[in-house]
């Protein structure tokens, strides 16, 4: 796989916690660390082949090259410090620590994860190369072959023909706590860039080879923070290039490249509609469960310290870290409609309450969730479930404190971390409130 490549966002938003990183361009002031750099020996060489590969890129992709991009190399160390401080332009450290508090909740992560310290090992292990939309340069990590690289650079270059036909800084303007709208975003355009990429790797047989001599020897290098990332990050941050390029590529063979570049207008809104492209082609838009703080009722020093959108693809990998089954999990996160979750936190230490609200297509679809979300909760804490009317609530007692799911039409409430002062019948009638 060549997800290795480096891109405008190698962060897709995640879902669920690096829903924080979401939108964030690869790049922060990237002219900073250029002014203060000797011109790194590479960068000749480096815009030398800019030249000819943005040339054949827009001939591919058919979108004229509006301007020349600039471009250089870069040293690890240069990347390295242009991703901190775009992290830290992006999110703020309270930020990225309710990300990881939410993760830590639904179970994701060990308890001693550091989101931060990690997303920073991780993004500069994987970064061969970044488009850089606010200062509209493109630089390729000096450390890797450049023969090699030219698919790389074709994929990055692509997202300078986007940028100069259709803007993608306002994908960094989305809007925030909707990260499931976000990363389909972010699923346009690197599988856009992806498939470009393919096209240009299939129009050689040279190519082809050294595209797999590159896939046997490692490629861009080494992947063991990947590899040791938990799962929930390891899945989100390569959705956008995996799913995004199966994406694309129903639009492509629909449409052509037209019909691709007619998506920047108007924009998949969902993972949903990524997992099931007709979904896309038919418009069917999700439902927006409105952001309500409980904070008020849950008594003195509770706050509101992360909210967001799981969407499908959130659900079916909350689902499948418990259930570990692939199918299931699948199925049993199809017919989603839209959700919120808030997270609350406290006064005391390890106070923490996580609601979620979501809503399904059909009753049969919240029930299908509502099950699964119960085996899941029942491997999640190790324990077993009460409740009269088992068919749709149950409650569990935990270490955490009370975890409740409950199916009401087509509504399904999920509430982990419930203090024992709260009455189930109270926090039911808050969420389910209307205004
Ligand atoms: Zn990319």
Redo the contacts with the bound molecule.
């Keep these: 796989m060549s997800k290795k ?1 480096g ?2 966002n190698v962060f897709g938003a995640a879902a669920l916690a690096c829903a924080l990183v979401a939108g964030s361009t690869v790049a922060g002031s990237a002219q900073k660390a250029r002014r203060a750099a000797v011109v790194n020996p590479r960068t000749a060489a480096v815009r030398e082949a800019t030249v000819e590969v943005l040339r054949e890129t827009s001939e591919i992709r058919k979108l004229p090259v509006r301007r020349q991009v600039r471009s250089g190399a870069q040293s690890r160390a240069e990347i390295e410090q242009m991703l901190v401080r775009n992290l830290d332009e992006n999110a703020t450290p309270e930020e990225l620590e309710a990300s990881e508090l939410t993760l830590r909740k639904l179970g994701m992560t060990p308890a001693d994860f550091r989101l931060r310290a990690f997303l920073i090992g991780l993004l500069t292990e994987q970064v061969a190369g970044y488009y850089e939309p606010k200062t509209q340069e493109f630089y390729l990590a000096d450390w890797i072959d450049l023969d090699g690289q030219k698919p790389v650079m074709a ?2 270059l692509t ?1 300078a023909l986007q940028d100069q036909h259709f803007d993608l800084k306002r994908l960094d303007k989305l809007p925030k706590h909707e990260s499931d709208a976000s990363l389909a975003a972010h699923a346009l355009v ?1 599988g856009d ?1 992806m498939v470009l990429m393919m096209q240009y790797v299939m129009r050689s047989p040279a190519r082809q080879l050294a595209m797999l001599r590159s896939l046997i020897t490692g490629g861009a290098g080494s992947t063991e923070q990947y590899d040791k990332a938990p799962r929930v990050l390891r899945e989100t941050l390569v959705f956008p290039y995996v799913q995004g390029s199966a994406w694309v590529g129903q639009v492509y063979k629909r449409g052509g490249w037209e019909m691709v570049s007619g998506a920047y207008k108007n924009l998949p809104q969902s993972t949903e509609q990524i997992l099931h492209p007709e979904k896309y082609f038919t418009l069917e838009a999700p439902t927006k469960v409105p952001f309500r703080s409980i904070a008020a009722s849950l008594g003195k020093g509770w706050k509101v310290a992360d909210q967001d959108v799981n969407g499908e693809w959130g659900y079916y990998l909350i689902l499948d870290e418990f259930l570990q089954s692939k199918e299931s999990s699948q199925k049993a996160a199809e017919g989603w409609g839209g959700d919120r979750y808030v997270l609350y936190t406290g006064p005391n230490k390890g106070d923490v309450l996580l609601t979620q609200k979501t809503v399904w297509d059909t009753e049969r679809d919240a029930q299908e969730f509502y099950e699964a979300y119960a085996q899941r909760t029942s491997k999640r804490y190790a324990a077993e479930p009460s409740g009269p009317e088992p068919s749709v609530r149950r409650f569990w007692n935990t270490k955490e404190g009370g975890v409740l799911v409950e199916r009401i039409g087509n509504t399904v409430l999920v509430v982990e971390g419930i203090p024992e002062t709260l009455k189930v019948e109270t926090l039911v009638g808050l969420l389910m409130a209307k205004t």
């Design positions: 490549n891109s405008s994929h990055e997202h690197e860039a």
